[in-house]
């Protein structure tokens, strides 16, 4: 999605906003916003564009990280006007803050606030896109959340805050997977004789537990995740049996039913004493 404005030398002149579209994409958005500010017989007809992007640590733009993995959060401006655009910030912590959400609200949000517990000069600071070129607000995020611990494989969302005093519209957020779309399970189930052993995945907002009975081999027990799984009409998850008691699922999103997620399996727990469930 686009935040799109016309502007002039003299900085934003945003008085009338209004969306004129809107869309996202694996590893990056955008926003634009068109303003009525511009006087007649303007020949600046030009925009400002944001942009968020997901990179690793190559360069290259992605949406699907191993956990661990570093990734380079990005807030872009592109400003195609013919006029150098002015945003003022409220203190010296800068234009842009970085912010992680978990897309399901399974915790807290938001997960991971680059300017959490920071101390910033009380001074309005002035940020300038200078016409006709772009300029980008980085930050390389090491998947640990506010209190520096490792984030949990899951969906997450960035979230790009635009720190402007005129309340210059925020590009829309976009996706940050961490982990794997396949599971495996290796070994027979014994039972703890007690209390029934179990499994515990989730996909998406699917929660799937499934109990490891004495004696059900790994086979039965991907069969019976991947039926759970497949009760979804938004995921296809497919067996492979891997032999010597080893088998493999893997979830994919299905064409008809496309999710804005990817299918990253996470919150795994299997308490068997045997019967592992793991991400290979």
């Not at 912590?93 to 915790?107: K, M, S, T, W, Y």
């Not at 519209?169 to 070994?187: A, E, F, H, Y």
């Not at 059900?216 to 069969?223: C, K, R, W």
């Not at 999103?253 to 308490?271: E, K, R």
Request: net charge negative; hydrophobic share 40%; proline share 4%.
């Amino acid at each position: 999605m686009m935040n799109q404005f016309r502007g002039n030398k003299l900085g934003l002149l945003v008085l009338a906003l209004s969306l004129v579209g809107c869309g996202s994409g694996g590893g990056s958005g955008q926003r634009t916003f068109n303003s009525g500010a511009v006087s007649p017989g303007s020949s600046n007809s030009g925009v400002l564009t944001t942009r968020l992007i997901t990179r690793d640590s190559t360069g290259a733009e992605r949406s699907i990280f191993s956990q661990g993995e570093a990734i380079t959060l990005v807030l872009s401006f592109n400003n195609g006007t013919a006029g150098d655009v002015q945003f003022v910030a409220p203190d010296g912590c800068g234009l842009v803050n970085h912010l992680i959400e978990d897309r399901f609200a399974a915790q807290p949000s938001p997960v991971f606030n680059r300017l959490a517990g920071a101390i910033c000069t009380q001074a309005l600071v002035t940020h300038t896109i200078p016409a006709g070129q772009t300029r980008e607000f980085s930050f390389d995020w090491d998947q640990t959340d506010s209190r520096g611990a490792q984030v949990r494989d899951g969906n997450y969302l960035f979230v790009g805050d635009i720190r402007d005093t005129g309340n210059f519209p925020n590009p829309q957020s976009i996706s940050v997977d961490i982990g794997s779309n396949k599971l495996r399970v290796t070994g027979t189930a014994i039972n703890n004789g007690i209390i029934a052993s179990r499994t515990l995945v989730k996909v998406g907002s699917v929660q799937v537990q499934v109990n490891q009975s004495a004696g059900q081999n790994s086979l039965s027990t991907a069969n019976a995740i991947a039926t759970m799984i497949n009760n979804d009409p938004a995921f296809n998850c497919s067996v492979v049996d891997l032999g010597s008691d080893v088998a493999e699922l893997t979830v994919n999103l299905t064409g008809a039913n496309p999710s804005l997620y990817q299918p990253v399996l996470f919150d795994l727990n299997s308490n068997d004493p045997v019967q592992r469930v793991i991400i290979p």
